[in-house]
C-alpha cells in the first residue's frame, strides 16, 4: 500500500509547499481574470486546492505556463483546453457538460421536480378537515378512549 | 414497487458505490494521453550538454520513459527494477530528468546507476507539463510510432513490471512484426 | 500503566454498551421494567468508563509517555500544555474515542432528561443508543486502539501538525462531534418509535429538542471549522466544498429539514413517516460523514490518514445501522396511521413542506456533487472533479428560494390560510424590500450590484417578515414589553435564528461579491492600494515562540490618510517537525477584515505578500452563532420541560401501561 504513504507525505507536505511567487499584471481586470480562471483549475499535487490557492512547484509552473500564454493573447477557453490536453478533466473544477455529467449538471432540477410532484400529489389529495364541535357526550367518550385504551390503528394499502 | 423499500434500495446503492470505492484510489490522475501521439521534444543530454536528446530519436522502437530526479526520493525505490531491466537489454529506457541540476543528475546516477539510454535534462519542467507528468517518479510506454500506451504512475515494483508493463511491451513489439 | 488503564476501561464500556443494548431493547419487548432500567445504570457506566479512557489518553499526552504510539505521532514535549490536551483528538484513534465519549455523554443526558418518558420509549431509545455505541467501541477496539504501546518507545515525539497547533483545534472537534453524536438521540426516537408501533405528535415532542440541540452544536461546529480555516490557511477562503466539508453539511442540512419538520408533526400530528425518515437520514449523513473521512474514498486535506480496512468496518456499521433502520421503516411504514389532521396547500404546514423539499434537494445536490467523482470513476469512465464552481452553481439558488418562503411562512396560519392574507400582513415587508433591490441596483450600475440586491433585499425580507411574524404590539407602546415577554422560546428561536440566516447571507453575499485581493512582491518600505486601503510593509524582524521561529512582516493600513490597523503576518518554522507554516495577519472589523498573508522569500528582504480587503465577512459567522443561539434557546421552551411535569401528574399509568403492552 505504497500509495497511501505517498498520501499522507503529500498531505503534511501540502501545508508547506511555498512556491507562490506573485505574477506581475498591468491591470486589475487582468489580475481579475486570471485569479477567477486559477480558482477553476485544479492542484494535480495538492488536489484540494486550486492553481491559485496552492504552493505546489507544479502549480507555480502552470501559474507560469497560462500566464505566458494569457500576455500572448490566448482566451480562457485556450487555456482550459491546455491543462485539459495534458492532465484531463481532473483538472476542471466545473464539470464539463457532457453525456457523462448530464446527470450531475441535471441532477438538482431533476430532484425539485420529482420532489415537487411528488408534494404536489400528496398536497392535492388532502382535503381540509372540517372543525367539528364534539357534543358533551362525545367528549367524555373520547377521554375515556384516551386514558383506557390504544387506539386502533389503521392499516393502509398504499 | 412499494414506495416504502424505496430508502433502503437508494441506501443499497450507495453502499455498493462506496463499497467499491474502497477498492479505488482517489488520488491517482489517468492520462488523457493514452493512444495519443508522444509530445515532440527535443531536450540536452544530462551527460552531453552539447548533444541533443528528442521524441526523434526514441522513435522506431518500443521504448520506456521514465521521470527521474536526484531530489526524488521514490526515485531510489524503483531504480534498481530500471538498473536490471536495463541489464537484460529487453526494452530501452529514456530517462526525463525532470526540474533537476545537471551535476546533482550526473552525481546520482554515478551513485545510483545509470539504466538510462539516454537522460534528457527538463530543467524547467516545460516538457513534462506536456506530458502530463504531476508527480515525481512516472513511467510512459510508448511504442514504435511514438504512441503512447500506458503510463505507471509511482515507483515501479517488481510485480507491476512483470504483470503490467513487460507484457505490455512485448505485445507492442509483436505487433511490428 | 495508565495507558492499559484506559485500555482496560474501553473493554468495559464495550460489555456495558452490550449490556445496554440487549437488556433495554429485551426488556421493552417482554415488559420486564427491571431489565430496562438496566438502561439507566449501564449509561452512568459507560460515561464513567469512557470518561475514566479519555481521561488515561489525555495524561499520557500530558506527561510526555511517547510509548504509547499514538502519543509519539501526535505530540512533541515542546508543545505546548493545551495542544497537548487537544491533540488527543487530533487524529484518528483519538477522535474515535472522542466520539465514543459523547456518545456516551448523550446517553447520559437522555436518562436525565426524560422523566416523563413512557418506560417502554425510554428502554428503546436507550436501547438503540447502546447499539450504535456497540458498534463504535468494537471499532475503536478492533481497528483504532489509541493505546496500542510502542516497542521500543520512541525519546520525541513527532509532534503535531502545525495547522493543528491552535485554539480551532480545542473546540471545533468537540461541537462538531456535539453535533454528529447528538443526531444519534433523534435518530434512537425514530427507531423506538417505529419498534414499538406508536408514532404520534407526543413522539415528536419529546424528540424534537435533542435534535434541535444537536443542530446548534453542530451549527456552532461548521462555522468554528470555517473561521479556523479562513484565519489559518491563508488565502481568505472559507468554505471550499471539500468532500470533508460536505461531510459535516449534509447532515445539517437534513437536519435543518427535520427540526422544522418535528415541528409540524409535534403541532398536527403529520408528516410522521417523513419526520421519522429524515431522523434516520440525519443520522445516516452522519455515520457517512465518519466513512468519508477516515476510510480514504475521497480525497481531502481533512481526511484522517487512514486505510480501507478501517473503511470496510465503518461501512459494515452503516450497513449493519441504517440497512437494519430502513428495512425496519420499510416493515412498518405501513403502521404509521394516517393522520386525519390535514392542511391546505397555503398554510404554515405547506410552506414547510417546501422547506423541507428544498432543503432535502439541496442536501442531494451536495451529496450528488461530493459522490460523483466516484461514481464515474468506479463505472469506469475515468476521473473527472466537481468543485466549488458546480456547488456554488446549483447551490446558490436553492437557498435564495429558501431564503424567500421562509418570510412567508413564519406569517402563515396553521392548517389553512389564504394568500390574500398572507400577502396582507408582508405587504411591508415586500416594499421595504423592492426599495432596497431597486436603491442597490441604481448605486451600484452593475451585473455585481443586482447580486448584490438580491441578496441583501432577501435578508431585509426575511427580517421584517419576520419580526412581522412576531405579532407584537406597538401601540401602545407600553404594550410591547408584555407581548415580547409573552412570546415562547420556541418562537424566540425562530426569530433569532431565522435573522441569523440573513445576516449570513449578507456576509456571504457581500463578501464573495466585492472582496478585493492582490498578490504582490514587496519589500520593507514598500506601500500597495487595495480597495481604498493603503497597506504599508513597514518592517521584518525575526520573533520567536514556544516551539517556532519566526519572520514577522508588520503592515501598517491606512484608509483616508489616517491609520486604522496594524496587521503582522508570519511565517513560522516549526522546531520538531521543521515545517513552515502561515500565520496571516487580519483585523476583523463589523464592516470588513483587512488580511494580509506572506506566500515565500523572493531575493533579499523582498516576499511574496497577498493582501485582502473583504467585506463583512465576519457576518457570516456572527450570522452562525445567531443561528446556533436560537437553536438553543427554542430547544428550552417551556413546553418541553413542563410536558415531562405535566405528563408525570396526569398519567401516573403509563408506566404501567408501558410495561402490559407491546
Known sequence: ?158 | ?177 | MIAELGHFALIVALALSGAQAFFTLAGAVVGNQSWMNVGRTTARGQAAFLSIALAALAYSFIINDFSVAYVAQNSNSALPLHYRISAVWGAHEGSMLLWGWILSLWTLAVTVFSRGLPAQLLARVLGVMGLVSLGFLAFILATSNPFSRLDPPMTEGRDLNPLLQDPGLIFHPPLLYLGYVGFAVGFAFAIAALLGGRLDAAWARWSRPWTLAAWSFLTLGIALGSFWAYYELGWGGWWFWDPVENASFMPWLAATALIHSSAVTEKRGVLKGWTVLLAITVFALSLLGTFLVRSGVLTSVHAFATDPSRGVFILGLLVAVIGGSLLLYAWRAATISRASALFAPISREGFILVNNLLLFVAMATVLLGTLYPLAVDALGYGKLSVGPPYFNTVFIPLMLAVALIMGAGAIARWKNDSASRIGGRLRMAAVATVVVAVAVIAVTRDATGIRAALAVSLALWIVSSTITAMNVRLRPLSALAPSLAQMPAAQWGMVIAHIGFAVALVGIALSSLYSTETHRRMVPGDRVLVAGYAFAFTELREVDGPNYRATEAVFEVAAHGKQVAVLRAQKRIYSASNMPMTEAGIDGAFTRDLYVSLGEPLEGSAWSVRLYVKPYIRWIWLGAMLIAAGGFVAAFDRRYRLLARRNIAAHPTTQRQAMAGR
Open chain 2, 1 to 177: 414497487m412499494r414506495k416504502r423499500f424505496f430508502p433502503l434500495i437508494i441506501f443499497t446503492g450507495l453502499v455498493g458505490l462506496l463499497a467499491i470505492g474502497l477498492t479505488l484510489n482517489p488520488r491517482v490522475v489517468p492520462s488523457p494521453l493514452i493512444d495519443k501521439p508522444a509530445p515532440l521534444f527535443s531536450l540536452p543530454q544530462v551527460h552531453n550538454a552539447a548533444a541533443v536528446i528528442g521524441s526523434e530519436q526514441m522513435k522506431g522502437k518500443v521504448v520506456l520513459l521514465n521521470v527521474w530526479a536526484s531530489w526524488c526520493v521514490s526515485c531510489r525505490l524503483e531504480h534498481e527494477q530500471f538498473v536490471k531491466l536495463a541489464t537484460s537489454g529487453e526494452v530501452p529506457v529514456y530517462g526525463l530528468n525532470y526540474k533537476d541540476r545537471r551535476e546533482d543528475a550526473v552525481r546520482w546516477l554515478e551513485f545510483y546507476g545509470n539504466p538510462y539510454v539516454v537522460s534528457a535534462l527538463d530543467a524547467d519542467g516545460r516538457v513534462g507539463i506536456d506530458f502530463g507528468v504531476y508527480g515525481v517518479p512516472e513511467t510512459f510506454v510508448i511504442d514504435g510510432e511514438g504512441i503512447i500506451r500506458y503510463k505507471h504512475i509511482g515507483p515501479i515494483d517488481e510485480t507491476t513490471l512483470g504483470k503490467k508493463i513487460m507484457p505490455l511491451v512485448r505485445e507492442l513489439k509483436g505487433r511490428r512484426l
Open chain 1, 1 to 158: 500500500m505504497r500509495w497511501i504513504w505517498f498520501a499522507v507525505l503529500l498531505t503534511f507536505t501540502c501545508a508547506t509547499f511555498g512556491a507562490d511567487s506573485p505574477l506581475v499584471f498591468n491591470s486589475a481586470e487582468k489580475e481579475t481574470r486570471f485569479t477567477k480562471l486559477m480558482t477553476e483549475l485544479r492542484c494535480l499535487v495538492c488536489q484540494n486546492q486550486s492553481l491559485e490557492d496552492s504552493n505546489a512547484p507544479l502549480a507555480q509552473d502552470l501559474r507560469n505556463q497560462a500566464y505566458t500564454m494569457m500576455r500572448d493573447g490566448a482566451s480562457d477557453d485556450d487555456i482550459m483546453d491546455y491543462m485539459v490536453d495534458r492532465y484531463g478533466d481532473f483538472v476542471r473544477y466545473r464539470p464539463a457538460f457532457r453525456p457523462v455529467t448530464f446527470l450531475l449538471w441535471l441532477g438538482p432540477l431533476l430532484l425539485l421536480l420529482i420532489a415537487a410532484a411528488v408534494a404536489w400529489r400528496w398536497l392535492g389529495a388532502q382535503q381540509v378537515a372540517e372543525a367539528v364541535e364534539l357534543s358533551e357526550a362525545d367528549d367524555a367518550r373520547a377521554r375515556r378512549l384516551l386514558d383506557g385504551k390504544a387506539p386502533r390503528k389503521e392499516k393502509h394499502r398504499k
